[in-house]
């Protein structure tokens, strides 16, 4: 069994119409880039390409509310004036004509590794999204993304399959509490995320980003957040974590299915990141040899910043080797 790659030029196709300073750096090129750089390398020829498909209503409202699903349905017969009026209700994200379209993919693309994945097509794969899905919740957009991929994938997993315990591992820089929000009472979904977190000053600046958010009720437990309150983080930071943290609970846990929110802004080289150390590859080894136990891995990428897209192929190549 190889690995799935999940790749649809279709979901570059929408950007900014307007001038937003928080929403200038999501740009169609760092989907394209990441795309470029598996086919430069020859990576993508040794996966195998599975199409992407467009989540349907009842996927999408697996995480999300009716009332906002129908009101993102509305968006493509927005004028201009209507999409940036519409836009100001949320935090950090813009809509245009063809994003509930790119989002119906995103969302799709993962059900379709989930598939792949449970039908013992391929043992993991990868999924270049636009757009991402960490931050957005039930009932809003959030953050650059408008439904929360990897949250719809879980319980995609778990009412399709039958599967008890999902693993969802957030590596991205900044914390993905849609995804906390949406499991932090579920027993049956771990999430874990690493995040800059500098005593609430980082993006999303919320309380409950910090360690101390652990799960509610029957969920107590089974939400982990380590939140670095310093920049400058090295790989022997990660590493530490990963051994001592992640690993320890991973294995006790043991998932039937592992799903990674892999924004590549926690790459070496870009601007978000203030890592002090040269290359941060091992990390990503490390992910892959994690994957090769009796774990399912399925890695659904959202890279979230272009100018983390040199690096980020770098880190890319290192996780499909
Ligand atoms: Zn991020």
Redesign the pocket.
Known sequence: MGTALLYDEEMTKYKLLWVDPACKIEVPERLIVSYEALVRSGLSDRCISIPAREASDSEILLVHSELYLEAVKKTPYMTLEDLKEFTLQFGDVYFHPNIYQCAKLASGSALQLVDSVMTGKVRNGIALVRP?GHHSMHGAAN?FCVFNNVAIAARYAKQKYGVKRVLIVDW???HGQGVQYCFEDDPSVLYFSWHRYEHQNFWPNLRESDYDSVGKESGAGFNINVPWNNVGMENSDYLSVFCHVLLPVAYEFCPDLVLVCA?F??AIGDP?VHKKTENNDNIYAFYSSFSKGSYLNIVCLHA??FCALRKTSSSQLKLAE
Do not use: V
């Open positions: 991402p953050g991205d820089i900044h924004g802004d926690s978000e979230l910043l």
